[in-house]
């Protein structure tokens, strides 16, 4: 069975932290797991736009994606952070390879607008195509996936990577889906770590949610309830999502 695993936040970008989530990865991938990760980048994004001097734009959460904005998301993504995450797993001994979601994998739709404003080159995930990935995994190679998925007319979309490791996990009728990101997991309103939550719960705090956390916990339920049965979240995996 297959595992997909979501590494983001400032994960990506601390390295020391980086290194002991892939090393976690590597120890299940040397057990016989197959796994198959998937990753996004928004912070090295800014950073490369900030060096070009292109503006940040943003609107509901969500990235104003422009012509030129969507040139930098797909270096990025695509390139910098994808062969970065290559490279470090290469290093401790894996086969990986890195595509991107668009390379005949993640499907999506454009995103409607938003208060009347236009988002650009962003897209829904409606879902996935996993024959590559399967052929990959077959043949011993980890894939390394970038959220970037393409339309039905062939159009580059920037997706949210959460999305897009929930529909990877349906697609490949995953055994577990785990968001490795830099918090402890879900916290309730005190600030205190809910280490098992059950769906009902979650749709309720849905609402309240904000922040990176509401498009986890969407993508976390949606893919529970397609029979993905195992699901994490935290850098430990700190809250479990379970169904009843």
């Known amino acids: 069975m ?21 090393r976690q ?18 912070k090295h994004i800014d950073a490369m736009l900030a060096k070009l001097g292109i503006a ?12 030129e904005t969507l040139d930098v998301v797909v270096s990025v993504l695509g390139g910098t952070v994808n062969k970065m995450l290559v490279s470090e797993l290469t290093k401790l001994g894996v086969r990986a390879a890195g595509i991107s979601g668009s390379d005949a994998t993640l499907i999506a739709t454009p995103h409607p607008p938003i208060d009347g404003i236009e988002l650009g080159h962003v897209g829904r995930v409606t879902g996935a195509n ?18 970037i998925a ?10 949210n990577a959460d999305s897009a490791a929930a529909a990877l996990a349906v697609a490949l009728q995953a055994k577990s889906l785990r968001f490795i ?14 280490p098992l939550l059950r769906a009902n719960d979650a749709e309720t705090f849905l609402e309240s949610v904000t922040g990176g956390m509401k498009p986890k916990l969407q993508a976390a339920l949606h893919a529970l309830r397609a029979g993905v049965r195992t699901i994490e979240i ?11």
């Open 181 to 194: 990101t830099d918090v402890a997991g879900f916290l309730d309103a005190s600030g205190a770590l809910v």
């Open 150 to 159: 393409q339309s039905a007319d062939g159009a580059l979309l920037n997706v």
């Open 56 to 67: 940040k734009k943003t609107h509901a959460g969500l990235r104003i994606t422009d012509d």
């Open 130 to 147: 996993c024959t590559l990935i399967k052929a990959m995994l077959q043949y011993g190679i980890l894939p390394v996936v970038s959220s």
């Open 2 to 22: 297959t595992t997909v695993i979501k590494l983001g936040g400032s994960l990506l970008d601390d390295a020391s932290r980086r290194e002991a989530a892939l």
């Open 25 to 42: 990865i590597v120890a299940r991938w040397n057990s016989g797991e197959e796994v198959v990760l998937v990753h996004g980048g928004g």
């Open 234 to 244: 935290g850098e430990n995996g700190g809250t479990h999502l379970v169904a009843a």
